[in-house]
Nanobody
Framework: QVQLVEAGGGLVQAGGSLRLSCAVS????????MGWYRQTPGAQRQYVAH???????NYADSVKGRFTISRDNPKNTVYLQMDSLKPEDTAVYYC???????????????WGQGTQVTVSS
């Protein structure tokens, strides 16, 4: 069981930027697909992006062109650069670690504790 610790959330004005990070314990990080999800009160957790172990990024349509996911294997860390933020991006953002193949829909792998992102209009 890996442990994930997110950081970087906060309050930002619309149009601004934030960078989230997720540090992952253990020695298997480089072989894992990593993802980000978000959740607002009363709603289901929503897929945001993921990156394969080979470094290929994938995005939800709602964030494509504004968010960038990346990974630093020597640092066991995955990042989510969020630009051109909108009020509807406000949510708790969760980091997710899966195995070699990333499954978007469902509750797979390990999760971080979440970090709040608030975008004011």
């Amino acid at each position: 069981q890996v442990q994930l610790v997110e950081a970087g959330g906060g309050l930002v004005q619309a149009g601004g930027s934030l960078r989230l990070s997720c540090a992952v314990s253990g020695k298997t990080f480089s072989s894992r697909a990593m993802g980000w999800y978000r959740q607002t009160p009363g709603a289901q957790r929503q897929y945001v992006a993921h990156i394969t172990s080979a470094g290929t990024p994938n995005y939800a349509d709602s964030v494509k062109g504004r968010f960038t996911i990346s990974r630093d294997n020597p640092k066991n860390t995955v990042y989510l650069q969020m630009d051109s933020l909108k009020p509807e991006d406000t949510a708790v953002y969760y980091c997710n670690a899966q195995g070699g193949v990333f499954i978007r829909n469902g509750d797979f792998g390990s999760w971080g504790q979440g970090t709040q992102v608030t975008v004011s209009s």
